[in-house]
């Protein structure tokens, strides 16, 4: 078992690792906007243009950072006011900071090689150093911090909050978790629940009594109630359940090889899947789920959570569970499956 399905953990690190570096940057950002507001607030806004080019792009920077940064928090709240896709957005305006960082740089390059030659001692001011304190810069103004006191404020500021937020990704910074949004063995079966049934509008379709889920591969099509799902082989694996929102849960799952029910409809072990959801609508309601997934020995058709039958809002009657994929590809309250 390799790369992607192993090692299960890959998207819980990832995410994690993505979600508490965004909140950490947030108090490093508003120290910067803090230590140069000056800066950005000196007359005229415009005197050349280098100097328009230089202006456009830290108003640029300085927009599209604020807006990733506040969107992706409120994003971990579960909270959507913004009428655009947080999910395309998010990852277009990684990509215009950075644009707008590199012009930036490119615009201030000459002043910055003049500064290192000049620290250098190959400038034409080398032979006039500033006054140097114990900080190795220039005196502070009465009133302000030095910047030692400046730099070690914003390090414990940033280590506050990842402190008391990171355990929601990482289990051994749980004891910690004061303002993340989810907390580790909180929720039904022990596990955080994003959408509920009476929010996804499934719980009478998934408490109906002729529940089944369809597997279907060209003519050959099976429809197995949940009493014929438990009655077949039925494996354990201990996995996480990893959500965008960067919250993740390891939890014991129980339930029926997927690859089983593909070879039980013919289908080569090369196939991909298409899964479906109860969900009358919703961005996830259908879920591709390539081979690679689909014949690992650990993704299973999940009939039990944590040593007990599935709760509804965790997907009863049935749901996915595959190493290394995130929470919203875990489709919940499964109706079919069709061999691609």
């Known amino acids: 078992m390799f790369f992607p399905t192993s090692p299960v953990w890959i998207y819980q690190l990832t995410q994690g690792i993505h979600v508490t570096t965004g909140i950490a940057a947030i108090p490093l950002l508003l120290a910067k906007l803090w230590s140069v507001y000056p800066e950005l607030l000196k007359w005229p806004p415009v005197k050349s243009v280098a ?13 599209s950072s604020l807006l990733q940064l506040t969107t992706g928090l ?10 655009f896709p947080f999910r395309q957005t998010h990852y277009w305006l990684a990509w215009v900071i950075w644009g707008s960082l590199l012009l930036h740089i ?3 390059l ?44 914003v390090g414990v500021t940033t280590g506050a909050v990842v402190l008391t937020t990171a355990g929601q990704s ?5 004891p910690l978790n004061l303002f993340a949004p989810r907390k580790m063995g909180t929720g039904p079966q022990s596990v955080p ?13 998934a408490g109906a009594k002729d529940w089944t889920l369809t597997v279907s591969h060209q003519d050959t099509r099976r429809s197995l109630s949940l009493s014929e799902l438990q009655a077949l082989p039925q494996y354990e694996h201990e996995l996480p359940i990893a959500c965008v929102e960067g919250w993740s849960q390891t939890a014991r799952w129980r339930g029926v090889r997927i690859r089983d029910l593909v070879a039980a409809v013919g289908a080569p072990s090369s196939s991909a899947l298409r899964v479906t959801s109860l969900e009358p609508e919703g961005a996830y309601r259908t879920m591709v789920m390539p081979a690679a997934y689909a014949q690992d020995e650990r993704t ?6 944590n040593g007990q039958t599935l709760d509804l809002d965790h997907g009863y009657p049935a749901r996915i569970i595959a190493p290394g994929r995130p929470g919203v590809l875990q489709t919940k309250w499964l109706h079919t499956m069709e061999v691609l």
């Open 51 to 63: 100097h328009g080019l230089e202006r456009a792009s830290i108003a640029l920077f300085v927009a």
């Open 74 to 83: 409120i994003n971990t709240y579960k909270w959507y006011p913004w009428p």
């Open 106 to 108: 490119a615009v201030k």
């Open 110 to 153: 000459p002043l910055i090689i003049e500064h290192w030659r000049a620290r250098s001692g190959t400038g034409a001011g080398a032979g006039s150093p500033a006054p140097v304190t114990d900080d190795g810069g220039a005196p502070p103004e009465a009133g302000r911090w030095s910047r030692r006191a400046f730099l070690a404020a």
């Open 170 to 174: 990482f289990p051994w910074l749980d």
């Open 193 to 205: 629940v994003n959408r509920t049934a009476a929010d996804a509008k499934v719980a009478e379709l």
């Open 300 to 305: 299973l058709v999940a009939l039990e959570l």
